[in-house]
DNA sequence: CGTATTTGACCTTG
DNA sequence: CAAGGTCAAATACG
């Protein structure tokens, strides 16, 4: 076959048993308050990363993707206006955002059982970049992980891109100018096609109930700023996830 | 042995 | 003063 098929036919049979899992739940109204969106988010997170990596297999200069995921729950500018922050839960921790990150803390948070971890840029020193961004189970079944972006990247792509990278390495990045046309129809619209669904998702803390959204933020945004798509903290130089992406509030790599 | 992670101490903020 | 965020020495790992 090809290289990385092992890594697809893993993502996809984690998205069959998600859609299997998906099923049984909506299937059992007893269950509805079973929450769905991290199902969802494992379901288009396997296509994704499988379709990145046929995709990749295609073209003749295979890079990594990150993983396409819906759109980020929530953004916002600090009290100056010029600090941002992105939020998005996953039922992976370790999902790939498409950064290379390096662990600088971890710390027992007082409204939560759960430890929260904090990183940073893995670029930080060498690039002076400052993103930084924490991560926190905030839910126990399914588990559900809030990781909040910090800062904006302002490291350049070509730290992150190496030709033997692959979808394990810290360097998972996408070339846009080197995807064909049916990749980008065939991913970015699963991500806005889910119904609207929200869920209440509890935590023991002070964090806000999220209402999750595929293309509907409502009360999530402050300052009535919406991701309409999968959007997240990155996309550097010709490395971007939307043609248009100075249409959106926060562009990491645009200072 | 170099690099990444862990973890207690320290700093900042409200 | 408490809580969250960061630093940096110790430790683990490849």
Redesign the pocket.
């Known amino acids: 076959m090809f290289p990385g098929v092992d890594k697809a036919v893993e993502a996809l049979l984690r998205g069959q048993e998600s859609a299997n899992r998906l099923k049984t739940v909506l299937g059992q109204p007893r269950t509805s308050s079973v929450p769905t969106e991290p199902l969802f988010d494992t379901v288009l997170d396997s296509f994704s990363v499988a379709l990145s990596l046929f995709t990749n297999f295609t073209s003749s200069n295979p890079q990594p993707h990150p993983v396409a995921r819906k759109p980020s729950m929530k953004t916002s500018h600090g009290k100056d206006g010029l600090e941002h922050y992105y939020i998005d839960d996953s039922p992976d921790p370790h999902h790939n955002d498409g950064f290379c990150w ?6 027992k ?3 939560s059982s759960h430890q ?1 971890c ?1 990183y940073r840029c ?1 670029y930080a020193k060498e690039r002076n970049c400052n993103a ?1 961004k ?1 991560v926190q189970q905030i839910q126990e079944s399914p588990s559900v992980y809030r990781t909040t972006y910090v800062g904006k990247h302002i490291c350049q792509v070509d730290a992150f891109l190496q030709p033997q990278d692959d979808i394990t390495n810290c360097s998972k990045m996408i070339r846009f100018d080197k995807l064909d046309q049916t990749m980008s129809e065939s991913v970015m619209p699963q991500l806005v096609s889910v119904e609207h669904q929200a869920i209440t998702m509890e935590d023991e ?1 002070t964090d806000q109930i999220m209402n999750q959204g595929c293309d509907n933020n409502e009360g999530l945004v402050d300052d009535g700023q919406l991701w309409a798509y999968q959007v997240p903290p990155c996309s550097p130089g010709n490395f971007i996830f939307l043609e248009d992406i100075s249409a959106f509030d926060y562009n990491p790599f645009h200072v």
């Open positions: 390096r662990k600088y803390g971890q710390k948070i007082k409204t929260r904090y893995g930084t924490r803390g």
